[in-house]
């Protein structure tokens, strides 16, 4: 019985002992890829919207706002408006190079992706005063062919998903993530 009680009693000291390992994660530790730019397919020249407007798509996994202005130049942009994230597509293309956020009234240029007017009026003053003002992301665009390409980094998706955890078993079953 004696036994037992020191038994226990070293096995209790020994959990609240030091650990010579390493620190414990639950990342993966994907590697970095180094950046790399270039054109890809984003939408069909035949899908580009009519000036004064905007569509989107998608190019190297990034959501890519295609506008027109109205003298009918295409401009590129990420698709996420701050503060909230809606769809820039869904904006209205002004005469003044700018495309305004459908629902804080947040104006961007759109040759430099800055903001022109942060968040205007109505809800847009409410929201707009607990954020600063941050502009959104341009692309360079051309078209080749029938499709319009947008330059973007095709390693961004890849290094934006290393810094999270696939978890031990991924959809496919595997934990490094390929397929079966």
Do not use: H
Not at 15 to 31: C, D, M, V, Y
Not at 35 to 64: E, H, N, R, W
Not at 74 to 99: E, M, R, W, Y
Not at 150 to 175: M, R
């Amino acid at each position: 019985m004696k036994s037992v009680i020191v038994a226990a009693l070293v096995g209790s000291a020994a959990a609240f002992a030091p650990s010579t390992q390493g620190p414990r994660t639950t990342a993966l530790n994907a590697g970095k890829v180094a950046p790399k730019l270039q054109f890809v397919p984003c939408i069909s020249t035949d899908d580009l919207p009519s000036p004064g407007s905007a569509t989107s798509g998608v190019a190297g996994g990034l959501a890519i706002c295609i506008a027109v202005d109205p003298k009918g130049a295409v401009f590129a942009l990420g698709d996420k408006c701050p503060p909230v994230n809606q769809p820039l597509s869904f904006g209205k293309v002004g005469d003044d190079g700018t495309i305004s956020d459908p629902v804080l009234g947040t104006k961007f240029s759109l040759k430099t992706g800055e903001v022109v007017s942060w968040c205007p009026a109505g809800l847009g003053k409410l929201i707009g005063g607990i954020f600063d003002p941050v502009g959104v992301p341009t692309y360079p665009v051309k078209a080749q062919g029938k499709t319009v390409q947008v330059q973007v980094d095709v390693n961004y998706k890849a290094n934006f998903e290393a810094d999270y955890w696939s978890g031990v078993l991924d959809a496919q079953g595997k934990s490094n993530g390929k397929y079966y």
